[in-house]
C-alpha cells in the first residue's frame, strides 16, 4: 500500500514559465493525508522557497530541497551531505571566470550571490521567493556549502559541457530546469534523501511513489517502488521510471480514487 508521495516542483507541478502552483494539488495533498499517505516535495530548490510555495498544506508535509542535500521530516531538519571546501572553491573559481554563469551557492541558512546583479537578485527574491545574502566574492563563504548552481542565459549546453569535461569526474552535473545547471556530489541525490526519509518512516521503497522530469530526479525515480516520468522529459530521464504521465495531478487524483 503507498503511504508515501514525492514530487519535483518544475517543470513537475509546476510548468516551465510558471509562478504559482494549480491550486488543485493542496486538496489532493490534503485527501492523501485522509489516507495516510505523506507528500514531501523533492526539489532542487531552497527549503524556504518550497515552504513559501505550498504555503496552504506547508506544515502538512515534508520537503528534500537542494536536490537532497537537505531534507526537513516533519519539521525536523537534516543536513544530509555538504561540499568539500577545496573542490567548492575549485567551482566557484571556474565561475567567476564566466560572466554568463550567474552562480548561487546554498548552505544550511541562505543562498549566496554576487552583489551587483540586481536583476538577478530581483528573479530569486521575486520569482522563485528565495532567502538570498549578496556577497562581493563568493570564495568569503564561510558556511557549509550544500549545493552549487548556476543560471545560464546565453548557451546553456555549451556550459553544461564545459563544466562536465571540467569537473565530471568529480561530482555529477545536471540539468536542474529551465537554464540552471547544478553540481552534486556524487553521494548527494534526491534518491538519497528519499531513502533517508522512508527509513526514518519505516516505510520501504514500494510503499512510495515520485514524480520527476528532470536529469535530477534520476536517482529519485530509480529508488521508489512506483515511479513517474512527465510526458516531456528527455528520454534519458523516462527510462528511468516505471510509468510516464501528462500530469502529476491527474495521476493523484486515479490514487485516490483507487483507495475509495
Not at 505523506?38 to 496552504?56: D, I, K, N, Y
Not at 548552505?107 to 554576487?114: D, F, L
Not at 540552471?180 to 526519509?197: Q, R
Request: aromatic content about 8%.
Amino acid at each position: 500500500m503507498i503511504k508515501l508521495v514525492a514530487s519535483d516542483i518544475d517543470g513537475t507541478l509546476l510548468p516551465e514559465g510558471n509562478k504559482v502552483l494549480n491550486p488543485e494539488i493542496y486538496d489532493i495533498i490534503s485527501e492523501l493525508k485522509k489516507h495516510d499517505i505523506h507528500f514531501v516535495v523533492a526539489s532542487g530548490r531552497q527549503l524556504e522557497s518550497q515552504e513559501l510555495l505550498f504555503a496552504p498544506v506547508a506544515k502538512d508535509i515534508s520537503y528534500i530541497s537542494e536536490n537532497g542535500a537537505i531534507c526537513q521530516l516533519y519539521g525536523k531538519r537534516y543536513v544530509i551531505s555538504e561540499f568539500d571546501r577545496d573542490d567548492a572553491m575549485q567551482i566557484i573559481e571556474e565561475l567567476d571566470k564566466r560572466p554568463e554563469c550567474k552562480a548561487a551557492i546554498s548552505t544550511p541558512s541562505t543562498q549566496y550571490i554576487k552583489s551587483g546583479d540586481e536583476d538577478f537578485y530581483k528573479h530569486m527574491t521575486t520569482h522563485l521567493k528565495y532567502h538570498i545574502t549578496q556577497i562581493d566574492s563568493l570564495i568569503d563563504i564561510d558556511e557549509p556549502i550544500v549545493k552549487i548552481a548556476f543560471l545560464d542565459t546565453v548557451n546553456n549546453e555549451a556550459s553544461y559541457r564545459h563544466f562536465t569535461e571540467l569537473f565530471g569526474d568529480k561530482f555529477k552535473i545536471v540539468n536542474a530546469g529551465n537554464m540552471w545547471i547544478d553540481f552534486v556530489p556524487f553521494d548527494s541525490n534526491k534518491g538519497t534523501s528519499l531513502k533517508f526519509m522512508l527509513e526514518q518512516l519505516n516505510l520501504t521503497p514500494e510503499e512510495a511513489i515520485c514524480f520527476g522530469d528532470q536529469q535530477n530526479d534520476i536517482e529519485m525515480l530509480e529508488y521508489a517502488g512506483t515511479s513517474y516520468a512527465m510526458a516531456h522529459a528527455k528520454p534519458d530521464v523516462q527510462k528511468h521510471a516505471t510509468n510516464i504521465t501528462e500530469s502529476v495531478e491527474k495521476t493523484l487524483r486515479q490514487l485516490i480514487t483507487s483507495l475509495s
